[in-house]
């Protein structure tokens, strides 16, 4: 048999307690349109069925890995992924969200076009009442060194279904990283903020980055409790 010769992505996905996204989000990601994907749903100790939902989903699917581990928090289940990972690049997906259909062909492509290290996208804000908010991206092709400006100088247009915006918010699931980038870098023990940090030290070195100036990532938006 032919050996698959197109780029392996692993997309991390840490779950606790989101049995009633759970079937979305995993639908998502292994219905794309680009299939060569190692998909490592690590479960952060649920306590409702999304362990069941997880296993479930691993015996159909043969690119689907489950860990179990002891609560950690998000940061220490994405380092059990990026631990055992063996892709070309790295996703993450959270496991209240979903993505479109497209979102790694596509992001992919752009790395691939741009001879670029990461790539990141827009997104949209979802609820439960079916409203989305888009969040409208029309960033350049950056580097490390001019990116930052875009985190600090953000002008913010808001109309009646979309906020327009072309700073960074810094959210690592709307980011396909190189492997080779996240080697040596893990997530702090942060309730808040990880995501930026990672984010942070992830381009503090020479890093050529593309934008996908599309929302293809769905970021839901679960109520008040």
Same mark, same amino acid.
């Given at each position: 048999?032919?050996?698959?010769?197109?780029?392996?992505?692993?997309?991390?996905?840490?779950?606790?307690?989101?049995?009633?996204? =759970?079937?979305?989000?995993?639908?998502?990601?292994?219905?794309?349109?680009?299939?060569?994907?190692?998909?490592?749903?690590?479960?952060?100790?649920?306590?409702?069925?999304?362990?069941?939902?997880?296993?479930? &989903?691993?015996?159909?699917?043969?690119?689907?890995?489950?860990?179990?581990?002891?609560?950690?928090?998000?940061?220490?289940?994405?380092?059990?992924?990026?631990?055992?990972?063996?892709?070309? &690049?790295?996703?993450?997906?959270?496991?209240?969200?979903?993505?479109?259909?497209?979102?790694?062909?596509?992001?992919?492509?752009?790395?691939?076009?741009?001879?670029?290290?990461?790539?990141?996208?827009?997104?949209? &804000?979802?609820?439960?009442?079916?409203?989305?908010?888009?969040?409208?991206?029309?960033?350049?092709?950056?580097?490390?060194?001019?990116?930052?400006?875009?985190?600090?100088?953000?002008?913010?247009?808001?109309?009646?279904?979309?906020?327009?915006?072309?700073?960074?918010?810094?959210?690592?699931?709307?980011?396909?990283?190189?492997?080779?980038?996240?080697?040596?870098?893990?997530?702090?023990?942060?309730?808040?903020?990880?995501?930026?940090?990672?984010? =942070?030290?992830?381009?503090?070195?020479?890093?050529?980055?593309?934008?996908?100036?599309?929302?293809?990532?769905?970021?839901?938006?679960?109520?008040?409790?």
């Amino acid at each position: 048999m032919e050996k698959n010769l197109k780029p392996l992505i692993s997309i991390l996905v840490p779950v606790h307690n989101t049995q009633k996204y =759970l079937e979305a989000c995993l639908t998502s990601i292994k219905n794309q349109t680009y299939n060569n994907l190692e998909i490592i749903c690590i479960d952060d100790c649920s306590t409702d069925s999304s362990y069941e939902i997880l296993k479930e &989903y691993e015996r159909k699917d043969n690119r689907i890995k489950v860990i179990h581990k002891a609560n950690a928090g998000v940061g220490e289940a994405r380092n059990s992924g990026l631990d055992v990972a063996t892709g070309d &690049y790295i996703g993450f997906v959270d496991s209240d969200d979903f993505i479109d259909e497209n979102f790694y062909e596509k992001m992919l492509n752009s790395i691939i076009e741009n001879n670029a290290d990461l790539c990141m996208c827009g997104y949209k &804000y979802i609820y439960d009442n079916g409203e989305k908010i888009y969040i409208e991206k029309n960033l350049p092709n950056v580097n490390s060194k001019t990116i930052f400006k875009y985190f600090f100088e953000t002008n913010i247009v808001k109309s009646k279904n979309a906020i327009v915006s072309d700073g960074i918010a810094g959210f690592v699931v709307r980011l396909l990283v190189k492997s080779s980038l996240v080697k040596n870098i893990r997530f702090k023990k942060f309730v808040i903020a990880e995501d930026l940090l990672f984010l =942070l030290t992830l381009i503090k070195d020479d890093v050529k980055i593309c934008v996908v100036n599309e929302n293809l990532y769905n970021y839901y938006i679960r109520p008040r409790i």
